[in-house]
């Protein structure tokens, strides 16, 4: 009796999965032959597609299946004993190369200014706390210490704070930044500009910003630093003239337009630039900008201007090199300055066509990246344009006055070559070639350290007399051409004319002792 109950419940039970079997078999056989038929029309569609797919099925089963890596088959044992003298023998890379003798000697000599920078400073390091005159400082206008522009700036600090903890183009716009922007448009006489927080960074971001790596750059060698990078950053291919020789520039541009001729594809029509300073830091010489306008209007190239340090300096308003030349500042495309030298204040910018700086705004590293100029010296900067524009030839006038001046007076000076353009109030002086010879050191030629030491103690005399001076510092290693030594003067408005005076026989003084030692 169980037996057939048992039976009839399996039967029951078989006639009810009956259907759910019915169920799945039609959704197995559905799904195959929407499979087929996806594969038939693939096929017959895209063959391509089906290959492919083959492929990355073919892939995932390899990856599957293949022998998985065991990173510890092949792992050594060692003993406490032996762990321990591996960590006592180990010794980290440097993370920057030792520093040389020289090298330290310099640091450890490092001139540190006590108080507020000017004309004249208090030293740190000194032994007596006699202020002595700045010749050392990019300080061509006064602008630095001057009383007026600090207290309003002062005053600023209330309004914007000290920083604005923001790029640009995000929250770090201020009402001045746009102001500035709008005052040196105008100053220059351009289109429009755009302003950098800093001024090493503007020249690093506008351009390569502009110039990438099928462009063309035909550039000075005597340029900066700052200008060096940039080029490099860019991946353009580059062009070196002799510093300063529209000879030879005119050569090159000959030679490009040349290789240019019957080219075709993607890169038949670079960019084509020629980068150059306006006043030149290595050299104090200043760029023919009536020469290299009318090259660039004559081979069909751009003209990117550095005018860090003739901004401010050249020109009968200080408008720069367009000023100095009477040039229409639209003739240059990129038109470089900074507002850290002459002004007085922190920051670069770029003047250029509206759709130039505008497009800066999106594409310029140190805009898009980095945080805006501070408030307090925006104003500042405004400031300093604004009294320059308002009594150009208070400044200028004694400015060039004092930079002939000293020039003067540094020539009468036997001994020493002086380097720069007449009115330049950037000087570089450097030992003349017979001074060399006459202290030939018992050890054989001179190198480069050996006459950097003797400039580093013209400098250290001249600091007894009273006058900061400076030894010209590069890095030596990622300079293309590295400049002659020399001591780097810079000549401000606010000198008045005895200290010009002190300053030559200071340095008639240095040089006397100097060189007269046996070496």
């Not at 006064?142 to 600090?157: I, N, Q, T």
């Not at 006043?279 to 009318?294: A, C, K």
Request: proline letters at 4%; aromatic letters at 8%.
């Amino acid at each position: 009796m169980e037996a057939a109950t048992s039976a009839d419940s399996f039967a029951s039970s078989a006639v009810a999965d009956e259907p759910s079997r019915g169920f799945f078999r039609t959704a197995w056989d559905f799904s195959f032959r929407m499979v087929l038929r996806y594969i038939k029309n693939s096929y017959k569609d895209d063959p391509f597609r089906t290959f492919l797919e083959v492929c990355l099925i073919g892939f995932i089963v390899w990856y599957m299946t293949k022998p998985k890596y065991n990173i510890g088959t092949n792992e050594i044992e060692l003993s406490e004993k032996e762990i321990d003298e591996l960590v006592e023998e180990w010794r980290p890379e440097p993370l920057v190369p030792a520093l040389t003798e020289f090298e330290r000697e310099t640091l450890d000599k490092a001139i540190m200014i006590d108080g507020p920078n000017g004309t004249k400073v208090r030293l740190a390091s000194g032994s007596n706390n006699k202020p002595v005159l700045n010749f050392a400082s990019y300080n061509f206008l006064g602008f630095v210490d001057s009383p007026e522009l600090g207290k309003h700036a002062v005053e600023s600090l209330r309004k914007y704070g000290v920083g604005t903890c923001g790029p640009p183009g995000f929250y770090g716009t201020l009402d001045v930044h746009m102001e500035l922007e709008k005052q040196i448009a105008g100053f220059i006489g351009h289109s429009a500009a755009i302003l950098y927080s800093q001024a090493f960074t503007t020249t690093l971001s506008v351009i390569p910003c502009f110039s990438k790596r099928s462009d063309i750059i035909v550039a000075d060698e005597g340029v900066n630093f700052a200008v060096q990078q940039a080029i490099f950053l860019s991946r353009s291919k580059v062009y070196w003239y002799k510093h300063n020789d529209m000879a030879d520039l005119e050569r090159i541009l000959k030679d490009v337009n040349k290789q240019l001729v019957g080219r075709r594809g993607k890169n038949a029509l670079p960019r084509k630039f020629i980068v150059t300073e306006g006043l030149f830091q290595n050299t104090g010489d200043i760029s023919p900008l009536t020469q290299l306008v009318e090259l660039k209007h004559r081979y069909k190239f751009r003209i990117i201007l550095d005018e860090s340090f003739s901004f401010g300096v050249l020109g009968k308003r200080g408008a720069g090199l367009t000023d100095h030349f009477n040039i229409d500042p639209h003739e240059i495309d990129l038109l470089i300055g900074a507002l850290c030298f002459a002004i007085g204040a922190s920051g670069g910018f770029c003047c250029a066509d509206k759709d130039l700086v505008e497009h800066q705004r999106l594409s310029g590293a140190g805009y898009c990246f980095s945080a805006s100029m501070p408030g307090i010296l925006t104003i500042a900067a405004a400031d300093a344009i604004h009294a320059l524009e308002a009594n150009p030839d208070s400044y200028l006038d004694n400015l060039r006055d004092n930079a002939v001046q000293l020039r003067t007076l540094l020539k009468r000076i036997p001994g020493l070559q002086i380097d720069g353009a007449a009115d330049s109030p950037l000087i570089h002086i450097r030992l003349a070639p017979d001074t060399l010879v006459r202290m030939k050191r018992s050890g054989g030629a001179w190198t480069k350290t050996d006459i950097d030491r003797v400039l580093t103690e013209v400098a250290e005399e001249a600091q007894k007399d009273g006058v900061l001076l400076t030894r010209a510092m590069y890095v030596d290693d990622h300079e293309r051409i590295l400049p002659n030594s020399s001591i780097r003067i810079c000549v401000s408005s606010a000198h008045t004319r005895k200290e010009v005076e002190k300053c030559a026989h200071a340095v008639k003084s240095a040089v006397s002792r100097v060189t007269s030692k046996k070496r």
